[in-house]
């Protein structure tokens, strides 16, 4: 089996990206595939496998899974990577269009200089506060700065979903953390249903923070754009940030609103083109 892909990244949160317009890849066949692909010493590498698919529902769909195999609902950085490929490699030839995923329909605006995307602005829509819609175990209708134990450690978490799950942790020092040991605890904790993403958030100013990610399925990764929109509306529940921060991460920064009037999430920021390339794999996987 050869298949032809593309690797990108947002912010150092780096994908293969398969055109499901030419790769035809039974949904059976895919977690193998993308755990595969993703293993950065056995296969090509990256925070996992994103399919470029057609809908009936929206411009383009997004198919996203994590590097464990696992389906994903959305990733902020994966969204503006799948809006630069189809515009760039002539998909489509509009700067504002639609994209699928998990379900739920996200709305793109371009930056374009000379042909080429130089930055996307997502409408990530309305973030879900309501704990079983999250899902988070909880008995208040909101899970706002609700203490919560990890490794015999209290930790006080902020609870969003932004399509997929979120606990959102404002602590000090967030580069002195040791992710690769609390994360895996926060992930499959047993208030989280269906695992979760988590933020150690360190705030700077109202209108700056610095924040690590511990993702669902993939492990500490440079960059999260649903982590940075959960993040800056937490922020502003905990009254610790204005609605328009700049978010650091370790592959870059993002911009995210959360506007006042509509209630909708904005997040802009960059997408890049890393490699193309083409990967024979066992056939069957």
Known sequence: MKIRFTKMHGCGNDYIYINGFEEKISDQNKPALVRTMSHRHFGIGGDGVIFINPSQEADFEMEMYNADGSRAEMC???????????????????ERFSILSGGQIKYMELTVENGETKAVRVDMGKPVLEPAQIPVEASGLQVV????????????????????????????????????????SFENHPRFPRRTNTEFVQILDRDRVKMRVWERGTGETLACGTGCCATVVAGVLNGLTGRRVTVSVLGGELCIEWDERTGHVFMTGPAAFVFDGKISLPDPL
């Open 76 to 94: 902020g950085n994966g969204i503006r990577c799948v809006a630069k490929y189809v515009h760039d490699r002539g998909l489509t030839d509009r």
């Open 145 to 184: 700065d609700e203490p919560i134990q990890v490794q015999g450690q209290e930790y006080r978490m902020t609870c969003v979903s932004m399509g997929n799950p979120h606990a959102v942790i404002f602590c000090d020092r967030i580069d002195e953390m040791d992710l690769e040991k609390i994360g895996p």
